[in-house]
């Protein structure tokens, strides 16, 4: 079993919907980080969170550490947005636990 | 400021060939990861750095894999006797003292054929 769960593992959406991906994780964590990853690009980090809620322009993420559930929301969605985004959590150590990533597509 | 660099970008070698794959963390922090993501997979912890204590290797595959940090900088990963399955983009991170945000360097691509 994975430590960090994702899902879904590929979304496809038209341009302006609100997007949601999840991220379920069964280990302790310091704290939890949304990646961004473009084709051929590199990885850039979106928010860390250890508890409620972080908005950044159309992104939000929230984090619930009972359930051990975290979620990142696109809202507006653009053609631009379109990237691997990766849910990774920092461990109670030095370790960090990715999930294996979703795929977004966004449709013009 | 400059963000994490790593070089070569890309590099193509043998079988059985050592490489070394080098990352330049941002000046001032203290944390460095080594990551590796291999084709359609998700992103696989190596080894991490803090500071001057002793570095933490659990990730690493194999005892084919080392790497070292000078003065708390420069860090360096080697791979001996490489293996087709070492193919991969190996990616380096750092972090500020208090661990909070990850900026990654945009990663070496390794072919071995």
């Known amino acids: 079993k ?5 899902s879904p593992q ?6 302006g919907e609100f997007i ?3 991220c379920s994780y069964s280990v302790g964590i310091s704290a939890l980080h949304w990646l961004q990853q473009h084709p051929g690009g590199g990885i850039v980090s979106l928010f860390m969170l250890s508890s409620g809620k972080k908005k950044h322009g159309r992104l939000i993420a929230t984090i619930n550490i009972q359930e051990k559930h975290s979620s990142l929301h696109i809202t507006a969605s653009h053609p631009r947005d379109s990237a691997v985004y990766i849910c990774a959590v920092g461990g109670t150590g030095n370790q960090f636990y990715f999930g294996t990533g979703t795929s977004l597509t966004v449709i013009p | 400021g400059a963000g994490v660099s790593q070089s070569p970008s890309n590099k193509v070698t043998e079988k059985g060939k050592d490489v070394e794959l080098r990352c330049d963390p941002i ?7 080594w990551y ?3 084709l359609g997979q998700g992103l696989e912890f190596l080894i991490y750095f803090q500071g001057n204590s002793a570095p933490d290797k659990s990730g690493l595959p194999s005892d084919r894999f080392s790497a070292e940090r000078t003065g708390g900088s420069v860090s360096t990963l080697t791979i001996q006797r490489t293996q087709q399955e070492d193919s991969a983009v190996y990616l380096c991170a750092s972090t500020d003292a208090g661990r909070l945000r990850q900026f990654f360097g945009p990663g070496t691509r390794l072919t071995v054929l």
Do not use: D, M
């Open chain 1, 10 to 15: 590929n979304l496809t959406a038209q341009e």
């Open chain 1, 2 to 6: 994975n430590e960090v769960e994702q």
């Open chain 2, 36 to 38: 590796r993501q291999s």
């Open chain 1, 20 to 22: 949601t991906i999840n």
């Open chain 2, 27 to 33: 000046s001032g922090h203290t944390a460095l990861y």
